[in-house]
């Protein structure tokens, strides 16, 4: 299981912040699929970066991957 909640992705460029997810909730169980698709920048990399734990969110809200925890704010747990 993958799960996503309130996820914020910001990336910077000069002095400007991109978001490239904002405030993104996603919760995939064992067997399911999910197709991404959108437009070049629109944030399908940066949520597979996450999906696959080789990000972390800033702030950190709660992830988890099969019951573990990718990354999570302080004194919150992934469930």
Do not use: H, N, W
């Not at 992705?9 to 919760?27: E, P, Q, T, W």
């Not at 399911?32 to 702030?59: H, N, S, W």
């Not at 099969?66 to 999570?72: I, K, R």
């Amino acid at each position: 299981m993958y799960e996503l909640r309130k996820v914020t992705k910001l990336y910077r460029k000069g002095r400007a912040a991109i978001k490239a997810l904002d405030d993104v909730s996603l919760s995939l169980t064992q067997g399911e699929f999910l197709a991404i698709q959108g437009p070049t920048g629109q944030g399908k990399t940066a949520l597979l970066q996450l999906l696959g734990a080789l990000v972390a969110p800033r702030p950190a809200p709660c992830c988890s991957r099969a019951g573990t925890s990718l990354g999570c704010e302080r004194g919150r747990s992934p469930r």
